[in-house]
């Protein structure tokens, strides 16, 4: 069992900056994926980026390439969303998840666990 706590998310203005993190326990969190997903109101959930379980290989959304960063802190069992050069249309609430297989990082099935999801909103 994993339990996923996300926060960070708030008001800020387009251009601006905000972290996202992902507390994490139950299992070891060294042992699975973790990645980052985001649902617009009245859109689908959509992949945002996903880490490796020793955080050495990230994946990025094209559409947040170069401006999103994910990381993890193991020691800490946390995870994190650093967004800059926020746009209007990443106004979203954002979900951290944990994949224990693997596979499919981009995928929302692959995913067995879920924060309960952070509202980020951009003003333009």
């Known amino acids: 069992q994993v339990q996923l706590v996300d926060a960070g998310g708030g008001l800020v203005q387009a251009g601006g900056s905000l972290r996202l993190s992902c507390a994490a326990s139950?299992?070891?969190?060294?042992?699975?994926?973790m990645g980052w997903f985001r649902q617009a109101p009245g859109k689908e959930r959509e992949f945002v980026a996903a880490?490796?379980?020793?955080?050495?290989?990230?994946y990025y959304a094209d559409s947040v390439k170069g401006r999103f960063t994910i990381s993890r802190v193991n020691a800490k069992n946390t995870a994190y969303l650093q967004m800059n050069s926020l746009k209007p249309e990443d106004a979203a609430v954002y979900y951290c998840?944990?994949?224990?297989?693997?596979?499919?990082?981009?995928?929302?099935?692959?995913?067995?666990?879920w924060g309960q999801g952070t509202q980020v909103t951009v003003s333009s």
């Open positions: 139950g299992r070891t969190f060294s042992s699975y994926y």
């Open positions: 998840a944990a994949n224990l297989g693997g596979r499919g990082l981009a995928v929302i099935s692959e995913y067995a666990y």
């Open positions: 880490i490796t379980k020793s955080g050495e290989i990230t």
